[in-house]
């Protein structure tokens, strides 16, 4: 039988910031609450440290979010954070502190790597839960070098749970980890519910797009940084022969290098004449992603470090239905459960990008299977199964202290 948790969550970004881990943390406290559990969700939001978690009575849906007091304006996610996390924790006494870590969402500071450090110098402290979204080291300060990597091992290391939403991720992860504490693989789900505004029309949701009936709808999902491969995606299509419509959902993420991309990505397409068949939506609300994904002929995302689970974006495009085109996972595992779900080309060949968006627009079979093969994968990664996976993380008995 489950005992019910008192849990907090830290996340470097949360709604309304834009952010897939900021997405999934709301889709994962919701699911928690769900089964029972209380869950709040600590964040820094205009230099404040906040506590976010439903009114009392109000539906789980409601957020709220309140300044922890004491806390100190003018916080980042250095080592100046900590105190007013400490005093956050102390204030919510939870059983468990779960720590959603992306390097980019905590602005490549260090506090939160170091946090389950400083929290083992504490007289009572919950036990700490680390999920790791990606595996990139933060950039410190020029040639840091090594020290990079240090301060993840040490992330890793000084927290007593460690969760990998992928297996590749996960053998990376082992080399890190004590052999007897190995670590817990929980995929995420899809962040973009299937539940467009009501009533939804296709031809409606298109026609704001700007497609013309005759013309290929290719999106684009997620924010704008180079790992997504949105520069490839608008070369490939200014060589497609075919009528073609280009929507972007979504907009530029918020580190200045990815606003820098977003900037350069938008100077190529007017340098290529593309700006007339280019939309872009902006960062929009979770039914009106649903609503264009469900509007779109089929969905790109040409990642250049190759497709994988921990991608929200594809799974909310596998979850609409869309014909997908990514690119091929750099693991046997995830290649082999993409392989009859979607087109995949090698990463960064814009000829081969091109000739499956050509393929796509022609084969009105191929899209129909894949539209029907995407629901049916991403239905083993629905939140309720999440859940009840992180549910059994968090009843593991605690080790004796001293033992990993």
């Known amino acids: 039988m489950s005992t019910r948790q008192r849990l907090c969550l830290l996340s470097g970004e949360y709604p309304p910031r834009p952010g897939g881990v900021g997405d999934y943390t709301h ?28 009114p009392p009575g109000a539906p789980s849906e409601a957020e709220f979010a309140h300044p922890v007091p004491g806390a100190r304006p003018g916080l980042d996610w250095s080592p100046r954070c ?3 996390v400490i005093a956050a924790i102390d204030g919510l006494r939870p059983t468990w502190l779960h720590i959603q870590y992306q390097t980019g969402a905590y602005a490549m500071r260090p506090g939160v790597n170091l946090l389950p450090w400083r929290l083992r110098s504490l007289p009572a402290r919950p036990r700490i839960a680390v999920t790791f979204h990606d595996l990139l080291r933060p950039y410190l300060f020029p040639k840091a070098g090594p020290v ?90 200014a060589l497609l022969k075919r009528p ?30 593309l700006a007339s068949r280019t939309s872009t939506t902006g960062h929009v609300a979770a039914a009106e992603v649903s609503a264009w994904l469900l509007a779109a002929d089929c969905v790109a995302l040409p990642f250049t470090d190759g497709a994988s689970f921990r991608r929200g974006s594809l799974l909310a495009a596998l979850a609409h239905g869309c014909p997908v085109i990514t690119t091929e996972p750099p693991d046997s595992v995830t290649r082999g459960m993409l392989t009859d779900t979607a ?22 079979a191929l899209r129909a299977t894949l539209a029907a093969a995407g629901p049916t994968l991403t239905a083993r990664f629905s939140w309720e199964m999440i859940a009840a996976q992180h549910e059994a993380l968090y009843n593991t008995p605690a080790p004796i202290r001293g033992h990993p």
């Open 82 to 84: 900590w105190p007013a």
């Open 148 to 237: 990079r990597g240090w301060v993840n091992r040490r992330l890793a290391v000084d927290a007593d749970t460690v969760v990998a939403t992928n297996d590749a991720d996960a053998a990376e992860l082992r080399r890190t980890l004590p052999a007897a504490r190995p670590p817990v693989v929980i995929p995420i789900g899809s962040n973009i519910v299937v539940s467009p505004p009501h009533p939804y029309s296709r031809a409606a949701w298109r026609e704001r797009a700007g497609a013309s009936p005759g013309e290929l709808l290719v999106a684009y999902f997620g924010l704008l940084s180079p790992s997504k491969g949105a520069d490839l995606l608008v070369e490939a299509l």
């Open 27 to 54: 889709q994962l406290a919701l699911a928690l609450r769900g089964r029972g559990h209380e869950v709040a969700v600590l964040t820094i939001q205009d230099g404040h440290l906040v506590s976010c978690a439903p």
């Open 244 to 273: 073609w419509r280009l929507l972007i959902i979504g907009g530029a993420a918020t580190a200045p290098q990815d606003q820098a991309y977003a900037a350069a990505l938008r100077a190529r397409i007017d340098a290529l004449g």
């Open 343 to 364: 087109v995949l080309v090698p990463p960064g060949d814009r000829a081969a990008l091109l000739a499956a968006l050509e393929r796509l627009a022609t084969d009105g």
